[in-house]
């Protein structure tokens, strides 16, 4: 008895069994990876914002994938039906990434970027940082989370009224680190150390704001103006209406927003690059100056208000009766805020491999040395001449 007990268990473990199997995902990694790549790329074809970023750059995207041993292939081309290249799934892996129409990693083409002459005799600078007369330097940092992640030298120059920004991609690679990680490591006057022996010029100040107080200080004055010429679209950025999940997006055009939404303009740049976005601080940057410039010593309880707002959420070297001796000395110089750090003029991105890569490649070739080499997005100065980047600012500034 005790026997066909057991028996009839098993017996019925087994009936009891194919119905929950089907249910188990038994596809292979990969399969999976690329399946669900095919789901993230139809959900990102039919979002508005990625339709208003093929509008702007006047391209279709083929929703309808061609196929070979390898890949699957997403066309990428013009109204007339020239081929740009394609976003591809990598059938082994599951990964994404564009390629030309040839097959070979690449992006596709876009507007041409104005790049800088550089000198065939770059000047070999001191290593001990400059001390400007008659001006005023203060790094303005930014921060989100751990890491900062907006750096700005502004130069106040008394002789002519007027203040420069370079803003300084955050990717910036300097004594085996990108230069976010110093303040995050060392503290910010490590950090300012290090930035004006990058730039050549000694820093007097320096600020790093959390970004929430960036909000509060745009919503105490009343919100900002700003004009766009160009549309900006993050994938990034999720944004909730009416219950639908899509992408931030705004069409060109004359917008009035408050702190949340300067926030995120400022932040978004995984559709335009670091640079563009530093361009787009700089706008935020002019319209936030010029509400401030309206408010006079009358205005000293909302000035101060202000300047309290900023700094209890910063560390920084500058007090409260300092800061607002500044604003008032300053608050009329021209900003002059269309310089950024770039590859268009002095700065160029190393070869690297991503880890996903190294990954791949790796499952394929176990004698790889992938892991040795560079694997993350870094800028550096062209021919790693540092003094191109000193030579820079002192073409800005002086």
């Not at 059938?91 to 129409?101: F, L, Q, S």
């Amino acid at each position: 008895r005790d026997t066909d007990e057991v028996i009839l268990k098993v017996s019925d473990l087994f009936t009891a069994l194919p119905p929950f199997i089907e249910k188990m995902d038994v596809l292979p990694s990969a399969q999976r990876r690329v399946i669900a790549a095919k789901q993230t790329l139809a959900q990102t074809f039919d979002d508005d914002g990625f339709k208003l970023l093929l509008k702007e750059a006047n391209l279709v995207v083929e929703t309808e994938a061609r196929s070979d041993a390898y890949r699957l292939y997403y066309d990428i081309k013009r109204f007339d039906g020239t081929l740009l290249g394609s976003i591809v799934i990598e059938k082994a892996t599951g990964i994404v990434e564009v390629v030309n129409p040839d097959g070979t990693p690449g992006t596709v083409p876009g507007s041409k970027k104005k790049t800088l002459d550089l000198p065939s005799d770059v000047p070999v600078f001191s290593n001990t940082p400059l001390s400007s007369s008659g001006a005023f330097n203060i790094l303005i940092a930014g921060k989100h989370g751990a890491l900062i992640d907006t750096i700005i030298f502004a130069h106040l120059d008394e002789g002519t009224s007027t203040i420069d920004l370079v803003s300084i991609p955050r990717d910036l690679y300097y004594k085996g680190r990108k230069i976010n990680r110093y303040a995050d490591m060392y503290g910010m006057d490590e950090f300012a150390k290090v930035m004006s022996e990058i730039v050549g010029y000694k820093l007097d100040k320096y600020v790093m704001i959390d970004m929430y107080a960036f909000i509060d200080v745009v919503d105490l004055i009343g919100g900002i103006d700003i004009h766009l010429e160009d549309a900006v679209v993050d994938p990034s950025y999720k944004t909730l209406d009416n219950g639908v999940w899509g992408t931030m997006h705004y069409e060109p055009g004359n917008y009035h927003l408050g702190g949340k939404e300067s926030l995120r303009l400022a932040r978004s740049r995984h559709t335009s690059s670091d640079f563009a976005r530093a361009a787009r601080q700089h706008k935020i940057l002019e319209a936030i100056q010029g509400k401030l410039r309206n408010l006079g010593v009358s205005d000293a309880t909302v000035v101060y208000d202000i300047l309290k707002t900023v700094l209890n959420q910063t560390s920084t070297n500058i007090g409260l009766k300092e800061a607002a001796s500044y604003y008032f000395k300053y608050q009329n110089f021209k900003l002059n805020s269309s310089n950024v750090l770039s590859t268009a003029n002095v700065l160029t991105v190393p070869e690297y491999i991503t880890s996903e890569e190294c990954a791949a490649l790796k499952s394929t070739d176990e004698m790889s040395e992938c892991d040795s080499a560079l694997q993350a997005y870094t800028l550096v100065p062209k021919n790693e001449n540092w003094n191109l980047i000193k030579w820079y600012f002192q073409g800005v500034f002086e």
